[in-house]
């Protein structure tokens, strides 16, 4: 087998049994808020085995995305709005950066809007990584993600280049053109060389920019990080 094929298969196996842990902390009567990407979509499984093998009952799942809504259904979890719920109780979501103070970036898969709502307003918000996510400074491994109204990417562009960001538009993958978010929206990748320097001032003044709707950096939301990582060959799982 390749060297690649197998990282990328240990990969996985950290991204499956750091959900499957996450899942394990929900209870019954939960209200559970399922995150996007492909480590939550373990947790997500897992949460419908335990449902269906009837280890907990009577939890709802509260979608952050298309995705989280078909899997979620796929699963038989039953899946509710926030016009529905008086509260979130547990949020659990992959991240694509997360560095020592549990602050993120999200958004790789352009879900970080509605993930923003949902995560923050869980009583306790998990983040799921296998540990190529942890970095000491935000923006060194992966570019921000910042989801602009369409009509306003040219002014949006020209104001984060002000602000010393390099910015590109998110291209769609077996698709001509743009990515469009859930939302009718676009995405642009902003790279800050060397990284974010002041990381909760960037989020406010991204957010400030007329036309964006949101930007990737979740400063202060996350309770809990559980990360996946190999002690020699043997996959553990840490918290902090
Ligand atoms: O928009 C996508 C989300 O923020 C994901 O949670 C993030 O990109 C991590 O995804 P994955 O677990 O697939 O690495």
Do not use: C, W, Y
Not at 7 to 30: W, Y
Not at 141 to 153: C, G, H, K, N, Y
Not at 166 to 192: A, C, Y
């Amino acid at each position: 087998m390749p060297k690649s094929t197998s990282s990328s298969d240990a990969v996985k196996q950290l991204k499956k049994e750091v959900g499957i842990a996450a899942a394990k902390r929900v209870q019954s009567n939960m209200v559970v808020g399922l995150g996007t990407g492909s480590t939550t979509a373990f947790a997500i499984a897992e949460l419908g085995r335990r449902l269906s093998a009837g280890e907990i009952t009577n939890i709802v799942g509260i979608p952050t995305s298309f995705q989280a809504t078909v899997l979620g259904k796929q699963a038989g979890i039953p899946i509710r709005s926030l016009d529905d719920v008086d509260r979130i109780d547990i949020a659990i979501d992959g991240a694509d950066e997360v560095d020592p103070n549990k602050n993120l970036i999200k958004g790789g898969g352009a879900a970080h809007t509605r993930e923003k709502v949902v995560d923050s307003l869980a009583a306790q918000f998990i983040v799921v990584v296998d540990q190529s996510k942890l970095v000491d400074k935000l923006g060194t491994t992966f570019d921000m993600p910042v989801e602009v109204l369409p009509m306003a990417i040219a002014p949006v562009t020209r104001a984060i280049e002000k602000l010393g960001g390099q910015p590109t538009l998110r291209m769609g993958v077996r698709k001509d053109g743009p990515v469009i978010t859930d939302q009718g929206n676009m995405v642009i990748d902003v790279k800050f060389e060397g990284g974010i320097d002041n990381a909760p001032e960037l989020e406010k003044t991204i957010n400030n920019i007329p036309g964006v709707i949101e930007n990737g950096l979740f400063i202060g939301v996350t309770n809990l990080v559980l990360v996946g990582e190999l002690k020699g060959d043997t996959p553990s799982i840490r918290e902090f």
